[in-house]
């Protein structure tokens, strides 16, 4: 069996996928790791923890794809892709009839339009400044004290959802102050974040094609409110599932399988100077 | 702290006690002063110096905003009547300013922070021409006219970067608590710059800069460069130039003011109690009302 | 991606380009000192030739302001100029030519004169009309609206015409009062004459980017030319440059020889560029060895390689044509989408490149709508990248070369199945060729 | 905030708040009504600033003014059209557009402001197919012998268009009845505005705003009386005069401040003089000649006797000149600019301004507004800091 492996070097968490193939091409496994201080520890530490969880020797992998914005700094790496061809193969792979991939992560939101084969159509990102990302979802859980993944079943049970006119994720700080002083109850204001952010998306996706077929990847697809909202503003399902998280490592590791080719080079593993523990 | 702010007690009471609020975003502070002058006299009457030598600040007090105003607002009083050793019925008058001056129910005024930093300001430093208020979300620059008037101002609106925040959010990443990251950008020697405007997206830049074994201090001293390049942006927009008071949570961090010095090179004020003066502006507009008002002079 | 630098072409034509734009700022400093008259103009549809016919010089604040930001001098003067009270989101060619002049930066170095009249040829752009009119107030020199009327028909009308040859008349009047100098009409219909024949060149050499490789980049390398275009145009220097530089490239084109070893895309440019990073940009499709065949940018100053050119016979109504309807400024938002198509197809393009730029709204209000129109409607792969063409603060290196990776990746991998189309195999409709996706599912209106 | 104590007159009252209906009905529900009542008449909407509305009128037609959607349209398409930097009219005017909002209106009319709302005339097209819509060119150089001819022809144009589109012929004495009307209606709109300036403690500026847009979606002769009923009733209000500022508002010329921070405004200690909201309605100094040529007595009215605005360039008559004399001239303490966001016309203008009125000793304010914001903190706070430090001593 052929094994390569895609690493996703994210602002918040490090992604890492295994994939083999003989015949077809499946997901072995899979890991998280917080990126931390220390990109180039993580990215290795994520690979190896994929490994292992898939049962394969990291010197067995063939070929490694990085990508996220910390690809370049991946030294065990064979090539780089940009994340957004990455989420458009991931997201494929996981629903074959994705036509639109909505991924939103810790950083950047960003729309792809995908054709039949997995391929970038077009795509749009929003990456300048951190209002309507992930980053706003976490300031929110944290402003109110609550978990990061409570806040979206929380803000399911908003009955009255405040209005949020600020898109910056410092002043929310204030405008959720002030509708708690207000007496609002914490899932209204839950429910007015989720809602002003997928207004945001929504409106920055619609610069590409939305297609029927969309899938959302990316870390805040683990939210449920978020894609609950998300859902209602565009007025459709959308297709997600536990591995959408991982939909940029994934991706990567389809592309690795495929450049790898027949000059299949094994031993590819050089860990950095500082021996990763497990 | 100049010369009138003497806050030790004087013999006699005061003829008038006023008190600021200033509701911040994340602190609310209370200043008292009270008036040693004599009643009647009509403050519009007096020399700037001569109304400001009959003034003494008396106590202070700082506690979190939080999400109830009214009562930080409260706690906030209480405390400065203590620091003062004075009771709260014997305040004659409570100026608000801040972000939640209108959430306070037992102001006698309402007043814009803006109007109350630049009197404030301009009663410590009677011969500064400009003034600089770095908040945890805001920052204001204060061109200062005749009598602390405000001649112009601007600040940021949309957008949180270069302000305190960005600062806290710093400090959380690079693991150092926030009363000592101003002094350690002291230690510099090769600030590295941070090119993200955003106080949130920051955060990633600074890892990388971490990563790359930049030390703590050079990312601190990058960081606090861009905030005084914002802040300089603003300050010329006010008129020009000239001795600077620079208040708000952030003027208690060095490294922000040497940065400031730096960027500007113009003489920068910073006094004692920098988070304050937005309250004592507001009690010190409190005052000339009372000094104003029928009910005083009678 | 491996890194190929852009092999730029170098040669006599740059020789000479540098020589022409140097001489160009010394005559202007020469009319500092009582030389000719010199008379501000903008670059749009400009009407270069009338100045020909009084001996006068151009001055070009535009590209004053590009020297600066090619330069990277451009944010001191841009800072100065929003200490002045311009906003942050003031067109930054603007803030970059006043806050020099009030700062007396130039970007050569040498002395910029005061205009002897400060002509606002309205060709398309508003915000011409304020820089121009601030131009004026802060240098005090006389201020002159020739206002052309934008081209909201399909051709021209009669009346635009006579409008525009009657205000270039007044201005003739105008400019003998504060010359005093005679309009010398054989000298305008001699200038006509060599626009015509640079035009030509310059067309011929536009035509030269249609074959596969291109042996000329219709952006990066256009600019470079661009300058003498616009100074002189109507001069017989004009003439003999743009007839070498048609020599040299034809010659290059005939050995065969592209940008690059081996030509990868092909792409139409929407957009002035980023010149505060004009090479960090270039180096950035080079990465792909992607090439420019042709750009909406270089016809600012005026639309040649469709066919039109100055008439010598009918020197005013000409001016008034080439202003109303040959230059991209003053032809309508759609009429851009036309002119990008037969690129597309005429000039054999894999896709297009929209470069928005936070200045100018000319350029950049609606061109979402536009890579709506190229990908959904004709399915064309479209880049949208945002940065600024004068303001440094708005380039972001990583994320834009984040967007043009994956958009290279998408076309390699298209390539790669076979999906990736050229020229007017590019332009299929896309199902359904619905005009505009967004009125389809149009919502139910709340009655 | 603290409402102001004071009590309105019921019929002033009721009136205010049928326009204020009027105005917040994003569905044109008064076109509608409108068509209903005539059938197979058509509707024409215009962009902001100016546009001849007499020959809209003339045709049989309803001049439609628009003015953005306020708060109450989220943008969910034009967004991704028009993007970053842009001020909200031409966004929200397309979301309108592609929405079916402005499904009653059967043409519209544009003309090059800027080069935001110029280019969004033709994306509006490609958009928004199956209605007629114009461009029109109206001259920028006021001074050549060959404007007024221009412009006439330009009217023309138009005039053979709605022809076209309305299937009748435009009478030149229907034009000079339009313009009569209208005329009539500029000329309760200055009274209206001179009794404003004239009792500012009395007359609510929110008030007359109010009064003011709802002309936009009516019928001139309806606006006409609601206006004449205003002017009788609005200055009934019981109002003691307060400590105030007396300002004079500019740069509000095209997309619109929410009604919200007019009053805010209001409520921080402004009277308000003189502002330039809904500036097309009041278009002309004085009345259009109704003898002779009309197409004439429009033209040259447009060229030699129009407002100042910064989208209209007259280099005979400087703006920041005219600024500082009409602030003068009403006895005005101070400036406030309250302009769009991303509205570049007025932010150039502003340079000038400020700088005029620096020389003159004049205070000013500069205020950034959305139509589309609803929440004011920050506006709030620069507004009564002004206001006190006018008025602390
Ligand atoms: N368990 C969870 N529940 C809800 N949201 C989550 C959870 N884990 C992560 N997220 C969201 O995902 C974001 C990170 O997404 P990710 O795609 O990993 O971003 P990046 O690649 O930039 O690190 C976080 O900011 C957070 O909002
Ligand atoms: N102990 C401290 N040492 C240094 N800086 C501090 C300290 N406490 C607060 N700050 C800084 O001051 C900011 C808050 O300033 P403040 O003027 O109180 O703001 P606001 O009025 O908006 O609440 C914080 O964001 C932080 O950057
Ligand atoms: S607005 Fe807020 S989130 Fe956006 S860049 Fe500024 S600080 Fe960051
Ligand atoms: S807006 Fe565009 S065309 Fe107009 S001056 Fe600026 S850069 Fe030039
Ligand atoms: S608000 Fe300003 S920028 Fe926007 S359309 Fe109107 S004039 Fe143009």
Redesign the interface.
Known sequence: MRVAAGVDVGSTQTKAVIVGEDGGVRMLGRALVDTGANVQRAAENGFLEACRESGVEPESVGFVVGTGYGRYKITFGNTQMTEISCHARGAHFLFPSTRTVIDMGGQDSKAISVGEHGEVLDFVMNDKCAAGTGRFLANAAEVLGIGLDEIGPLSLRARHPVKITTVCTVFVESDILSYLAQGKKPEDVLGGVHLAIARRTVSLARRVPIDPGITMTGGVSRNTGMVKALEEVLGTKLQVNSDAHFAGALGAALFAIEKMGESFESGIWRPSNATPRG | MPHHVAETERSQAPAALVAGVDVGSSHTKAVLVGWFGEPGVAAGLLAPEDFSARVCILGRGTVRTGVEMEKAARTALEQACEAAGLARRAIDYIAATGLGRYSIGFRDIQITEITSDARGAFFLFPHSVAVMDIGSQSTRAIGLGDAGRVRQFKTNDKCAAGSGSFIVRAARYLQVDLESVGDLALEANHPHPISSICAVLAESEIINHVSAGVSVPNILAGIYDSLADRSALLLKRVGPAGELVFIGGVARQQGAVRALERRLKIPIRVPEYCEHVGALGAALLGLKRVLATARFAA | MGETQASEYRSDIHRQQRDLMLRWYQRLEESAHGGPPAVSLMISGNCVELLEAFGAVPLYPEVNALQLAIRHQSLDPI?AA??????A???AY?KADIGAMIKGITPAGTELPVPKLVLCN?VG???Y??WF??AA?FQNAP?????V??L?TAEP?A??V??IV??LK?IVKQLEELTGRRFDYDRFREAMRCSARVEEAWSRIKHLARRTPTPFDAYFDAITLMGPLYVYRGSPEGVAFFELALRELEEKAARGEGIYDQERFRVVMEGPPPYPFFRTFRDMFAAWKATAVASTYSTVGGLWEFGFRHDPDHPFESLAMHMLAHNVTNR???QRYDQIRRYIEEWDADGVVIH?V?S???F??????M???F??QLGV??L?V?SDLEDPRYF?E??IK??M??FF??LE??RS?G?LHRGAAAIRHAPGGE?????AD?????? | MSSLNETMPAAAEALIERCREIVDDLSLGEVRRWKQEHPGARAIGYFPVYAPVELVHAAGMLPVGLNGAGDRLDLQYADARFGSFICSIVKTTLEMGLTGHLDPLDGMLFSGICDSARNLAFVFERNVPAKYVEFLHLPQNPASAASTEFLKGEYRRLADALERLGGRKIEEDALRASIAVYNENRRLLRDLYGLRAANPHQVRTSDIYLLQRAGNFLPVETHNELLREGLGSLADREAKPRDSVRIVIEGAFCEQPPLDLIRLVEDAGCYVLDDDFLLGLRWFTGDVPTGGDPLEALASCYLNHSVYSSVRHDFRNRRHKLLVEKTRRLGAQAVLFLIAKFCEPAYFDYVLFKRELEAAAIPHLLLEFEEKAFTFDRLRTEVETFVESLLFD
């Open positions: 800072l929003e200490e002045m009270g311009y906003a989101d003031n067109c603007v309205f752009c508003n915000t009309v304020k009119e601030h107030e201020l002159a609206m020739l206002d009327p934008f909201r009308r009346e635009d006579a409008y009657c205000q007044e309508n938002y759609l928005f936070k100018c709204r000319l950049s209000a609606g061109q979402g709508d890579r709506g129109y990908t959904q792969p479209t949208y945002e972001s990583a994320q984040n967007r990776d994956a990746e998408a991998h298209a199945t999906t005009i505009a996706p967004a009125a149009r919502l139910k209106i709340l009655q």
